[in-house]
């Protein structure tokens, strides 16, 4: 698993750790992101979420291997079942962004209470580019969150 949690001090934190494959990120890592937030929800103790990436490195968006071979079909896809709780989480949720943040990890970070960026970081939506439509309604949320060109 490339998922690794914690929590001290009332700070629940998700870290992606996959940087062998750029953080990637797979359906079971969003499965089990999705049980990190929503036992992070129902724990008291929790007072905030913290998902961060690897130093350099947040996550370069799907694994498209791991995509292309279960691709999301219904609703109980992993990926719908991670932004599902992510919207559902009534916790704050904090972003810690350095280096990439493509495609999902870019949108992620669009649903999210606070997010911080490191300067030399670099967002991307290659969705275009590469013939898919733009997800968890980016392409909405974007405009309203930045304004229009």
């Given at each position: 698993?490339?998922?690794?949690?914690?929590?001290?001090?009332?700070?629940?934190?998700?870290?992606?750790?996959?940087?062998?494959?750029?953080?990637?990120?797979?359906?079971?890592?969003y499965?089990?992101?999705?049980?990190?937030?929503?036992?992070?929800?129902?724990?008291?103790?929790?007072?905030?979420v913290?998902?961060?990436?690897?130093?350099?490195l947040?996550?370069?968006?799907?694994d498209?291997?791991?995509f292309?071979a279960?691709?999301?079909?219904?609703a109980?896809?992993?990926?719908?079942?991670?932004?599902?709780?992510?919207?559902?989480?009534?916790?704050?949720?904090?972003?810690?962004?350095?280096?990439?943040a493509?495609?999902?990890?870019?949108?992620?970070?669009?649903?999210?209470?606070?997010?911080?960026?490191?300067d030399?970081?670099?967002?991307?939506?290659?969705?275009?580019?590469?013939?898919?439509?733009?997800?968890?309604?980016?392409?909405?949320?974007?405009?309203?969150?930045?304004?229009?060109?």
């Amino acid at each position: 698993m490339s998922i690794k949690t914690a929590t001290f001090n009332g700070v629940a934190t998700i870290e992606i750790a996959r940087p062998e494959k750029k953080n990637a990120i797979t359906s079971a890592m969003y499965e089990a992101m999705a049980e990190a937030l929503n036992a992070a929800n129902a724990d008291p103790k929790v007072r905030a979420v913290l998902i961060t990436g690897q130093p350099g490195l947040f996550t370069s968006g799907n694994d498209l291997e791991d995509f292309m071979a279960r691709p999301p079909r219904d609703a109980d896809a992993p990926v719908f079942q991670f932004m599902q709780a992510l919207l559902g989480c009534e916790k704050p949720v904090v972003a810690a962004v350095t280096g990439a943040a493509i495609g999902i990890g870019t949108t992620l970070l669009l649903h999210c209470d606070l997010v911080y960026v490191a300067d030399d970081s670099r967002l991307a939506m290659p969705f275009v580019a590469l013939g898919l439509v733009p997800e968890f309604g980016s392409s909405l949320v974007v405009p309203r969150l930045m304004g229009h060109v």
